[in-house]
C-alpha cells in the first residue's frame, strides 16, 4: 500500500573495533542506563497495555563525556496468556519514520494474531519520532515548491535552491547543539542495544522493514548473540547503491510488466509492441526534449521540459499492483506508453499534472527529513564512485544522463535532495568500509519481497540473503511495498511463513501458500484510458521517500 499516502561479495568476517562501541559487542556504561517510563501517546487501542518510555544515550559515543539524547520506545505487552519470552523489536523504515505511530497497531501488525503472542517493542530510532531530538528539515519542503514555480521550467533550478536549503537546515541544527554526523546506523545499532539491556530482554527477534535493513543488518552484524531471528520486509541491504540499485530494480519490474501484458491477448492486442514504443520515445526525445505548457495550474502556469530520461522514469513510477483498498494500476505505464507514442504526450502530463497548486506538503512533520540524509548520506551514497554511476549508465543508458551529469539527482528534471548533490550539503563523512558490504551472518533471517515493489524492489531485496547461511528469501507475487502489512496483497500468505518462521527460525517455513496468491492481472480495463493523477510522493519532481 502507498504508506505516505494514508502515504551480502564476501562480507566481514571479523567487525574491527568501532567508533560505537568501546569494543564490539561492548558498550561504555553511560549506554546502560535505565527504560525510564513516561505517559504514552492516545492513539494506543484501550485494549491494549502499553509501557511507554526512553533510554538516554551519548549522541556520540567516540566522544566521552559528550552531550546525551533520548531514544523513545513503546513496549505493546502480549496479550496472550502465555506469551513467548522473546519479543520483537520493530524499526520502522523510511529512513526516518517514527515506529510508535498509529501505522504500527493499526496497519502493520492489525489483525495479525500472532502479533499478539509476543512483546512487540516500536522504537523511534535516534533523530526520528519522540526520540529527542529530532532532526526535522521543513526547510526543504519550502524549497520543493519553490522549484516548483522558479522557472523556467518545472525544477529546472533544483540545484540552485536546494542546496541552500539544506546547508540552512545543517545550520539550524548545528545551532541549536546538534551534531548531524552522529545520527547514523551504528550508532543507531547500539542504541538498540542499550535498550536491549534497559529491558532486561536477553534475546530478541529483530523485524525491520524498507529502509532500516541496514539498521537490521548493522545490529545482526555488531550484536549477533542477542538476536533470535530477523525478519528484512522489503529492506534495503548495506551494499546496495543508492538511486541507481532502486531504478535497476524498477526497470526489470517493467520489463516484468511488458512480459506480463503479452501473455494475455486482450493486453498484447491493445497495447502492441509497447516496449519498443517507450524506448522510440526515449531516443527522440533525447535528441529533441519536449517543452509542455501547463496553463490552467495555479497560482500560475508552469512549463514542463521532458527528455528521454524523464519518459523512461516516469513509466518506471508508474508500476503499482494495487492493495486491498486500491485497483491495481499495472496497466498505467501501458497506457503511458501508448498514449505518447500516439501524440498525446502534452496531453497526458497536463493530465498528470492537474491544476495544482504545488503546495507544502509538510513532508517532515512525519519524515525527519535531517535524520533521512544523516543515514543516506553517511551509510549509503557517500559511498557511490565514478565507477558505479557508469555501470548504471552502461546498464541502464535510458537514465544516463543523470547518473553522468554534475547534479545527479538535483537536475535534469530531478528534485532529489537524498542524492549526491545533496549530500555535498550535508558534511556527515563516511562510514567505515565493513558497514557497505553484503551482510554475512549465522542468525536465522526471513527476506520478504514484493515482486512489483517500485520503492525496495526484490533486485534489491534479493541482496540481503546472499551471504546468510541461514537465510530464507520469499517474494510475494502480485504485491508492492511491505509483504506483512495488513493492506498489501498477499500480506496473509507473508504472515503465515513470518509466523512459521518466528514459531521455529532454524527449520525454512511452509511457503506453500505462494500458490495460492493470485498473480497479477493484465486483463485492459474498460474506461477513457485517462490517467489518475501524479502520485506526487513517488515522483522524480516531489523526490523518492521509501518507507
Known amino acids: ?46 485494549s ?105 521550467t518545472i525544477d529546472s533550478r533544483a540545484a540552485e535552491i536546494y542546496p541552500p536549503a539544506i546547508t540552512a537546515c545543517w545550520k539550524r541544527l548545528v545551532g541549536e547543539g546538534i551534531d548531524p554526523a552522529a545520527y547514523t546506523t551504528a550508532e543507531s545499532a547500539a542504541d538498540l542495544e542499550a535498550l536491549r539491556r534497559a529491558l532486561g530482554v536477553p534475546q530478541w527477534n529483530v523485524l525491520a522493514i524498507s529502509a532500516d535493513g541496514m539498521l537490521g543488518a548493522t545490529y545482526v552484524r555488531l550484536f549477533p548473540d542477542h538476536v533470535r531471528s530477523v525478519v528484512f520486509d522489503s529492506g534495503v541491504p548495506p551494499q546496495t547503491i543508492w538511486g541507481p540499485d532502486y531504478d535497476r530494480g524498477t526497470a526489470l519490474e ?18 502492441p509492441h509497447v516496449h519498443r514504443r517507450l524506448m522510440r520515445q526515449v531516443h527522440r526525445l533525447a535528441k529533441h526534449p519536449a517543452l509542455i505548457s501547463i496553463p490552467d495550474f495555479k497560482p500560475h502556469g508552469i512549463t514542463l521540459e521532458l527528455d528521454g530520461t524523464g519518459v523512461f522514469y516516469d513509466a518506471m513510477s508508474m508500476i503499482y499492483p494495487g492493495d486491498t483498498l486500491t485497483p491495481s494500476h499495472l496497466l498505467d505505464p501501458l497506457e503511458y506508453i501508448w498514449r505518447i507514442s500516439h501524440g498525446e504526450l502534452g496531453q ?46 552502461r546498464a541502464l543508458p535510458a537514465e544516463a544522463p543523470r547518473y553522468l551529469g554534475p547534479h545527479f539527482d538535483l537536475g535534469h528534471g530531478f528534485a532529489i535532495p537524498v542524492s549526491p548533490a545533496g549530500c555535498r550539503e550535508w558534511p556527515v ?42 537465510g530464507y528469501y520469499y517474494e510475494m507475487p502480485a504485491s508492492s511495498h511491505l509483504q506483512l502489512e495488513v493492506h498489501t496483497n498477499g500480506h496473509g500468505c507473508a504472515r503465515a511463513i513470518a509466523a512459521a518462521f518466528l514459531t521455529d527460525p532454524t527449520t525454512a517455513p511452509d511457503s506453500s501458500c505462494l500458490a495460492s496468491v493470485p ?29
Open 48 to 152: 491494549r497495555h502499553v509501557d511507554c518510555g526512553y533510554v538516554t544515550v551519548p549522541e556520540d559515543r567516540s566522544r566521552p563525556g559528550g552531550r546525551t539524547i533520548r531514544v523513545e520506545a513503546a513496549v505493546v505487552r502480549a496479550s496472550s496468556a502465555h506469551p513467548a519470552a522473546d519479543p520483537i523489536v520493530f524499526v520502522d523504515g523510511g529512513p526516518s519514520f517514527g515506529a510508535i505511530s498509529p501505522f504500527a497497531l493499526g496497519g502493520y501488525f492489525a489483525s495479525w494474531p500472532f502479533a499478539h503472542d509476543r512483546d512487540i517493542i516500536l522504537v523511534d530510532t535516534r533523530g526520528t519520532g519522540l526520540s529527542k531530538p529530532r532532526l526535522g528539515c521543513p526547510e526543504l519542503d519550502v524549497a520543493q515548491v519553490k522549484a516548483v514555480y522558479a522557472g523556467p
Open 429 to 470: 563523512g563516511r562510514a567505515p568500509h565493513w558497514q557497505h558490504q553484503p551482510l554475512r551472518s549465522a542468525v536465522p533471517a526471513l527476506v520478504l519481497a514484493g515482486e512489483y515493489d517500485a520503492s525496495i524492489p526484490p533486485y534489491v531485496a534479493h541482496g540481503m540473503v546472499r551471504r546468510l547461511s541461514h
Open 348 to 393: 497526458v502530463y497536463r493530465e498528470l499534472f492537474g491544476t495544482g497548486p504545488a503546495t507544502n506538503g509538510h513532508a517532515d512533520d512525519y519524515l525527519a527529513q535531517g535524520k533521512t540524509l544523516s543515514y543516506a548520506c553517511h551509510d549509503f551514497i557517500n559511498f557511490i564512485t565514478d565507477k558505479n554511476l557508469r555501470a548504471a549508465a
Open 254 to 271: 517493467l520489463q516484468q510488466v511488458f512480459r506480463g501484458c503479452r501473455a494475455v491477448p486482450a493486453c498484447r492486442a491493445k497495447y
Open 1 to 46: 500500500m502507498r504508506r505516505l499516502a494514508v502515504l551480502v561479495a564476501l562480507g566481514v568476517l571479523l567487525v574491527p573495533t568501532l567508533s560505537v562501541t568501546t569494543a564490539a559487542g561492548q558498550l561504555p556504561d553511560r549506554a546502560r542506563g535505565a527504560f525510564v517510563k513516561t505517559g504514552c501517546p492516545g492513539f494506543f487501542p484501550a
Open 519 to 547: 498473480p497479477a492481472d493484465f486483463t485492459p480495463r474498460a474506461g477513457s484510458g485517462r490517467l489518475p493523477p501524479i502520485r506526487l510522493l513517488f515522483s522524480r519532481w516531489e523526490g523518492r521517500r521509501d518507507r
